[in-house]
Antibody
Framework: QVQLQESGPGLVKPSETLSLTCTVSGGSLWSYYWSWIRQPPGKGLEWIGYIFYSGSTNYNPSLRSRVTISVDTSKNQFSLKLSSVTAADTAVYYCARSPRGGVGFDYWGQGPLVTVSS | DIVMTQSPDSLAVSLGERATINCKSSQSVLYNSNNKDYLAWYQQKPGQPPKLLIS???TRESGVPDRFSGSGSGTDFALTISSLQAEDVAVYYCQQYHSTPFTFGPGTKVDIK
């Protein structure tokens, strides 16, 4: 059974960089797309971007200038960095998997709340 | 970007009754090359991540009860719960994976009347 687990600080100061890591267990990164998706409290879902196991990336244009997603296949992990955060970036951040060829996001992490506040 | 809209924003249905949620995309999510609609439905309960219910507009994921069904093609889709159960109380989202940026609908909250 594939499991995804996010880790990282739950509180980030304004103008700093939010960093999260997703550890995948019970399966390989191979041949899947690995995404970050966020959900502000009480609001809807926003796709941030994905990385393919090979390292190729695709980011949401609304966040592209501030986002970096990277992968470490040796640790079965992928990571998110979001720079210059503001209070508007406060959200639950999920990591999720989507198979090559489609079907949407079939496995999700539990998603930590990351608060941007001084 | 493909904009996804859903209706209604919320609905309350009696136990055992039918619930229908509509989803519309601003452009077609049908790929002519394989005749597949790149549309998924998710269920999200409080404090939990979304759960994939249906992909390709109408294909139920393994383990999803058959009271959940998806229909539609092109730009207009629907999720139907044929006989609402207490455990179906949740917010439901549609999502297109036809093109990036992947986008979600705003969600529809389903409650018991």
């Amino acid at each position: 059974q594939v499991q995804l687990q996010e880790s990282g600080p739950g509180l980030v100061k304004p103008s700093e960089t939010l960093s999260l890591t997703c550890t995948v267990s019970g399966g390989s990164l191979w041949s899947y797309y690995w995404s970050w998706i966020r959900q502000p409290p009480g609001k809807g879902l926003e796709w941030i971007g994905y990385i393919f196991y090979s390292g190729s990336t695709n980011y949401n244009p609304s966040l592209r200038s501030r986002v970096t997603i990277s992968v470490d296949t040796s640790k079965n992990q992928f990571s998110l960095k979001l720079s210059s955060v503001t209070a508007a970036d406060t959200a639950v951040y999920y990591c999720a998997r989507s198979p090559r060829g489609g079907v949407g996001f079939d496995y999700w992490g539990q998603g930590p709340l990351v608060t941007v506040s001084s | 970007d493909i904009v996804m809209t859903q209706s209604p924003d919320s609905l309350a249905v009696s136990l055992g009754e039918r619930a229908t949620i509509n989803c519309k995309s601003s452009q077609s999510v049908l790929y002519n090359s394989n005749n597949k609609d790149y549309l998924a439905w998710y269920q999200q309960k409080p404090g939990q991540p979304p759960k994939l219910l249906i992909s390709w507009a109408s294909t139920r994921e393994s383990g999803v009860p058959d009271r959940f069904s998806g229909s539609g093609s092109g730009t207009d889709f629907a999720l139907t719960i044929s006989s609402l159960q207490a455990e179906d109380v949740a917010v439901y989202y549609c999502q297109q994976y036809h093109s990036t940026p992947f986008t979600f609908g705003p969600g529809t909250k389903v409650d018991i009347k």
